[in-house]
């Protein structure tokens, strides 16, 4: 699927694995790995963290455009800044 922000525009494969915490979502290509969009933080079912700072900044919002994610409008404290709260579409 095609990924677009201000750092990544490229096809990539999303790849979505549970962990003890949520759901860890990871993007890569045959290149090697990109990104790594969740944090490691407690998660309701079905749900992850996003973080959108950085190098990440925009990627929750291109996960949701790509119908990999839907943010709930939930933000949460990490350090400096806030990790956005969403569900896990794939």
């Known amino acids: 699927m095609h990924i677009k922000t201000k750092w990544i525009d490229c096809e990539c494969n999303v790849v979505t694995r549970r962990s003890r ?24 079912r079905g749900h992850t963290w996003l973080k959108g700072w ?25 350090g400096y800044a806030h990790v956005q709260e969403a569900e896990v579409l794939m």
């Open 21 to 44: 915490n949520g759901i860890d979502i990871r993007l890569s290509s045959p290149e090697g790995p990109i990104a790594t969009a969740s944090v490691c933080r407690p998660a309701r």
């Open 54 to 78: 950085s190098e990440n900044e925009g990627l929750p919002e291109a996960l949701e455009a790509a119908g990999v994610v839907r943010l709930t409008g939930e933000t949460a404290p990490a």
